[in-house]
């Protein structure tokens, strides 16, 4: 049975679907898989016409179109979906979170959902149609027949993750957008998207339960445990040989795990004596929780290679801190942080991610964020997001009921969630975030008199001091301190989105 993967991600790493496509191809079905890579997150727009038809004619000889999505690309894959049916007579399988949260919406655009994790699923579905059997009874399935809706319940969690194959990154069939046009993936073309880096996942699942994650609507699936698994470290180091043997372009990786840190020393120690001797590339770390980071995991990290992490803090205020069900103390944060810049010589810039935009803040919550950032140790480098309420998640049932959210498509699906709203409040995050104010400087920007004014057109001067300046001298302070590859990658991507822009305007 012949079945087509397509990845409408701004990237093309994909590593939910390209295990689902090695899932299949090890029980002996033929995939394609079909990477859309946008320049930004693009939310609201539909495929132009070439893009799409290039699509179709890809898939014009599978059995099974699948579609990999979260919300956000939900009229994309709406839009094309569409087309499967009615151009080319295939059926259509939907899976990724949005089809978790919204199996209801989703049933209506495609002939098969699939809710939770797809690895098992997809294959008892391919296996039972390349059967010719009429697919029914299909733990983690929503089976249209015709006007029915079969609903099906829920397998639990894979457990051991070590029986899962590897992400296919074979390049066998595989196929990309580019400069307009989507044709067969290079190892040129991989290198043009991947930019260096790959990333793995050694786990699924997380620790906590952020009201406004996906996490949180996983748990409302699979019931209040946090679900964590964790792959063996020979099961990674096998998948990352193959990286460093046949992809020789890929110069860091990058570990895209929620609870990493969370893992015992034993086997952080372990993850880290064997990388460093089989793989040894540098490697960045995502997902830190600063409860989990601890001197002796991260000296273990640093001494294999790691360069840089990335850990979530959202908030620096406690009523915040309590709507996000995140009541991590300021004082662990700050530990954390500390942590890193003992090892400043190898963790140069640590990146943190914090949430704006909150409606149920209010301006002395984020004055207390703001001097939660004077306390961390500099240099680092913040990405803000803009609160979006996913769908399945607590803050979004809060949203609905209290009116926040009038229309989901607009306010939701179509969010930008790296678009804060361009308020004072904002602005100084963005300066906060970048500089250490001094204390008679910080006293006026956060006076009572000036933050009550809402002088909102002072965002962009702030935003530009806290971002192209900084990011700017940033660049200046790799480059004077022989370190190449950031600014590389960095003017890499610029390079590469400045062309799919141009090729897709
Ligand atoms: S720690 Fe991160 S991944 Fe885990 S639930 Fe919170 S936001 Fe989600």
Redesign the pocket.
């Known amino acids: 049975m012949r079945v087509a993967l397509i990845s409408p991600y701004l990237d093309i790493y994909s590593t939910g679907m390209r295990t689902i496509s090695s899932c299949l191809r090890k029980a002996g079905h033929e995939t394609k898989q079909i990477f859309i890579p946008s320049a930004s997150e693009n939310f609201e727009r539909v495929y132009p016409e070439q893009i799409a038809s290039d699509v179709l004619d890809i898939c014009k000889d599978v059995d099974l179109v699948g579609f990999s999505l979260m919300s956000n690309h939900f009229s994309k894959s709406a839009a094309l979906s569409k087309d499967v049916p009615e151009k080319l007579g295939k059926p259509v399988l939907w899976g990724g979170i949005h089809c978790t949260v919204r199996p209801d919406e989703s049933i209506e655009h495609a002939d098969y959902v699939c809710l939770g994790e797809g690895d098992d699923a997809a294959v008892e579905l391919v296996d039972m149609l390349a059967a010719g059997k009429k697919p029914t009874g299909i733990q983690n399935l929503w089976i249209r027949h015709g006007n029915e809706v079969e609903k099906n319940s829920i397998r639990p969690t894979i457990a051991d993750l070590d029986r899962l194959p590897h992400p296919d990154y074979s390049m066998v069939n595989h196929f990309i957008l580019n400069e307009g046009r989507v044709v067969p993936m290079t190892h040129e073309l991989q290198e043009k998207y991947l930019v260096y880096k790959y990333m793995a996942s050694c786990s699924r699942g997380?620790?906590?339960?952020?009201s406004?994650?996906?996490?949180?609507a996983y748990r409302k699936i699979y019931g209040t445990g946090s679900n964590t698994r964790r792959r063996s470290v020979e099961h990674v180091m096998e998948e990352l040989k193959y990286v460093r043997d046949n992809m020789p372009y890929i110069r860091y990786l990058v570990f895209d795990d929620?609870?990493f840190m969370d893992a015992s020393i034993d086997y952080i120690k372990d993850f880290s004596a064997q990388y460093k001797e089989k793989i040894g590339l540098p490697f960045m770390v995502t997902?830190f929780?600063p409860v989990t980071v601890t001197e002796d995991k991260t000296e273990a990290l640093v001494d294999a290679g790691l360069f840089n992490i990335r850990m979530?803090i959202?908030s620096g205020a406690q009523n915040t801190k309590r709507i996000?069900r995140?009541n991590i103390a300021d004082s662990v944060i700050v530990r954390a942080a500390t942590i890193f810049d003992k090892f400043r010589t190898n963790i140069r810039l640590p990146v943190y991610?914090m949430i704006l935009d909150n409606p149920w803040e209010t301006d002395d919550d984020r004055v207390e964020t703001m001097q939660l950032l004077q306390k961390l140790p500099r240099p680092f480098r913040i990405i803000f997001y803009s609160l979006t309420f996913f769908p399945g998640t607590d803050l979004y049932t809060r949203a609905k009921e209290e009116g926040i959210i009038q229309d989901d498509i607009r306010d939701i699906y179509q969010k930008d969630y790296l678009r804060v709203n361009r308020t004072y409040m904002n602005g100084l995050a963005y300066l906060f975030g970048a500089f250490r104010i001094p204390k008679p400087i910080e006293k006026v920007l956060l006076s009572p008199a000036i933050v009550k004014r809402k002088p909102d057109f002072l965002f962009y001067p702030l935003w530009f001091l806290g971002r192209p300046v900084y990011l700017g001298l940033q660049g200046l302070r790799d480059i004077f301190g022989g370190n190449f590859i950031r600014v590389n990658r960095y003017a890499r991507v610029l390079l590469r989105n400045f062309q799919v822009r141009a090729a897709n305007a």
């Open positions: 997380c620790i906590l339960n952020c406004f994650c996906c996490h949180n929620e609870f997902g929780i979530g959202q996000y995140r991610d």
